[in-house]
């Protein structure tokens, strides 16, 4: 079994197995360099050679395409599809009475820690979210029946908590439609509660959706325009400071996702990296990791994704993540660097980041793309004994 989007080059080598690549090619009548060069994805082999190699592998044909997964097994019930079910209001019946504010609210910051802090995030998370996500909708509902103004406020405001969570996880696992989704709840339970930091949140949220969906002029519009509002809003100074530079990160992003890094670069130190030595690193506001730190890690982003390798590799000397709350933020300074690796062809240290990188967050490896085809990367290009512990690397992530 592979996964559903291994390619074709790397589908061959992996049941090619043990066996030399030049006998293969051999018996199949093409060269050993037509071969290396089909694995290695430089060459896409004709139906005729397709069919010649899964013949003497052993294997259909169709085991060679890189097709999508069958239906009945997308169709499988998880837990994961059960927090989108929870979601749209397919959860228990809920005839007893209403979880209480104080008690919701626990549960979904003992959730929000998870997420943040777990190496096995995703699978706590899909335990979890479930029930959380139909208590809320239950309490919610409740709440804004009755007559208990307090109690319908904390209700608000911890379901905006779960919401803006539930955007986080659910652009994780590749449904950017219910993340959507999850962002406006965020925002209307947040405007119910009257809640000016929440409301911030909500639009830092939704900015990251935005993101996901390759809209980020659109992201970076919202954000800009967020930022001014929360600047000025009846909020304690950290919290303000805070939000405001969160929210000056996505349109740091957004402007570098539009490849304008001097845009990028200057937003970041004129409007972020001021707002962030006002706040500790570690203060974790509405869960944005926001301070010195991960303005440091947009700053990497910003050189990795403009090209400047060796600019990103020298910002990312003088990084210590060792005050973020989060391991997802600890996962991604990672995989930036061994991106910034693999773009100079080390391909020994891209190997040795990403096994450091399955030490940090093992469920986040197998999961993001980039670490996916980083893996696929090395298998192709590095020497035998790296290649090697890459493959050992793809099977237990799943790849293979």
Not at 20 to 25: E, K, L, S
Not at 119 to 141: K, N, S, Y
Not at 236 to 262: D, F, I, N
Not at 293 to 302: Q, Y
Request: net charge negative; hydrophobic share 45%.
């Amino acid at each position: 079994m592979v996964a559903s989007d291994l390619p074709i080059g790397d589908r061959i080598r992996h049941y090619r197995g043990g066996r030399r690549q030049d006998a293969v090619a051999g018996l199949v009548g093409i060269s050993p360099d037509y071969l290396s060069q089909i694995e290695r994805g430089l060459k896409v082999p004709s139906l005729p050679i397709l069919y010649a190699l899964a013949q003497e592998l052993g294997v259909p044909a169709a085991a060679l395409l890189s097709e999508q997964a069958p239906i009945e097994e997308e169709a499988v019930d998880t837990a994961e599809t059960a927090v989108g079910r929870a979601l749209l209001g397919y959860g228990p019946a809920r005839s007893s009475g209403p979880v209480e504010a104080a008690v919701l609210r626990d549960r979904v910051e003992a959730a929000w820690t998870n997420w943040q802090a777990s190496g096995t995030r995703f699978t706590e998370a899909a335990e979890t979210l479930p029930a959380l996500v139909a208590d809320i909708e239950h309490a919610t509902r409740a709440a804004r029946a009755g007559t208990d103004v307090a109690e319908r406020r904390a209700v608000l405001r911890a379901a905006a908590d779960l919401y803006c969570l539930l955007r986080s996880y659910l652009r994780r696992t590749g449904r950017i439609d219910l993340a959507t989704l999850a962002a406006d709840r965020a925002m209307r339970a947040a405007e119910d509660a009257d809640d000016p930091l929440r409301i911030a949140a909500a639009q830092w949220n939704l900015g990251h959706v935005l993101l996901a969906a390759g809209q980020p002029s659109e992201a970076e519009e919202l954000a800009s325009r967020a930022a001014e509002q929360v600047a000025t809003a009846r909020i304690p100074k950290v919290e303000r400071t805070a939000m405001s530079g969160a929210l000056q990160l996505v349109a740091v992003v957004g402007a570098a996702r539009r490849r304008r890094w001097w845009e990028a670069r200057q937003r970041l130190t004129e409007h972020a990296a001021p707002a962030a030595r006002q706040v500790p690193d570690g203060s974790n506001i509405r869960w944005t990791v926001f301070g010195p730190t991960n303005v440091a890690l947009h700053a990497l982003s910003i050189e990795m994704e403009a090209g400047e390798t060796g600019e990103a590799l020298h910002t990312a000397d003088a990084i210590d993540t060792s005050p973020l709350p989060s391991r997802e933020r600890e996962f991604t300074f990672g995989l930036e660097v061994a991106a910034c690796h693999s773009q100079r062809r080390d391909d020994a240290a891209v190997l040795l980041s990403l096994l450091g990188l399955e030490a940090v967050a093992p469920e986040d490896l197998a999961r993001t793309p980039l670490a996916r085809q980083l893996t696929l990367t090395v298998i192709r290009r590095a020497r035998a004994m790296h290649a090697r512990q890459a493959e050992q690397l793809a099977h237990r992530i799943g790849l293979v």
